[in-house]
């Protein structure tokens, strides 16, 4: 079956411009995640989806990024007004139970979306 | 708060070489879940195994096994034989119960030399 997309793959913006990042889960998923990797590093969570909403968007580093999901499926993540230190690999995971004892919300990631802002 | 801690930033071995890869947790949830995901020179990160907190029983999968103690807060992670295709960045992360979020260490970069 098919995976957690991302589109688009690879995206290079000026600095100031606006960015949209789309993610599409796991059919039938309905925990929907957002992750940021820096170069070299380790994964920082952003923002978590429990059907279209968001119970915790602790990880979002400024009010220049919001997120969405709608009907259970599609998110997109979006970063206004693009700085230099938002290069990174924005990497979305879906995951099908959420938070019940047992079930471990054992994630899968989409390939990620590469930004550059120049 | 939790976190994740794999010391070892890079490892660098010889073919057929065993290798362990460490990783220390903090967390103050009783319930909470440990994973081992792998990230390929091509980027994707592939699920490789998943533990919960009460159960400390170790898993052997073919040439990759991971031993967990709670005594310690350690989740390790050891490949026998190693192969050129084990080569890859090897990412620890954390999950406590009710809060959904993965929580990754810095990940240990593991070079395997034919």
């Known amino acids: 079956g098919a995976g957690v997309s991302q589109s688009p793959s690879n995206k290079v913006t000026e600095k100031g411009k606006d960015v949209e990042l789309r993610c599409d889960p796991i059919s039938g998923h309905t925990a929907l995640y957002w992750y940021r990797q820096r170069l070299g590093q380790g994964l920082e969570f952003l923002i978590y989806f429990q059907g279209n909403s968001a119970p915790d968007k602790s990880g979002l580093p400024s009010d220049r990024f919001s997120a969405e999901r709608t009907g259970e499926s599609v998110s997109t993540l979006t970063i206004q007004r693009t700085q230099q230190e938002d290069s990174a690999v924005y990497l979305c995971?879906?995951?099908?139970?959420?938070?019940?004892?047992?079930?471990?919300?054992?994630?899968?990631f989409g390939p990620g979306t590469r930004l550059t802002v120049l | 708060a939790q976190k994740v801690t794999q010391a070892q930033t890079e490892i660098s071995v010889v073919e057929k070489e065993d290798v362990t890869l460490d990783c220390v947790y903090e967390?103050?949830?009783?319930?909470?879940?440990l994973f081992w995901y792998k990230q390929p020179p091509s980027g994707e990160l592939v699920f490789l195994i998943r533990?919960?907190?009460?159960?400390?029983q170790n898993e052997i999968s073919g040439r990759y096994s991971w031993n967990f103690q709670k005594s310690t807060s350690s989740f390790n992670f050891t490949i026998t034989a190693s192969q050129v295709v084990d080569s890859a960045v090897y990412f620890c992360a954390l999950s406590g119960q009710g809060a959904q979020k993965l929580v990754f260490g810095q990940g240990t970069r593991l070079t395997i030399n034919p």
């Open positions: 967390t103050r949830d009783t319930t909470y879940y």
């Open positions: 533990r919960n907190s009460f159960d400390e």
């Open positions: 995971a879906s995951s099908l139970v959420l938070g019940r004892v047992g079930s471990g919300n054992e994630q899968f």
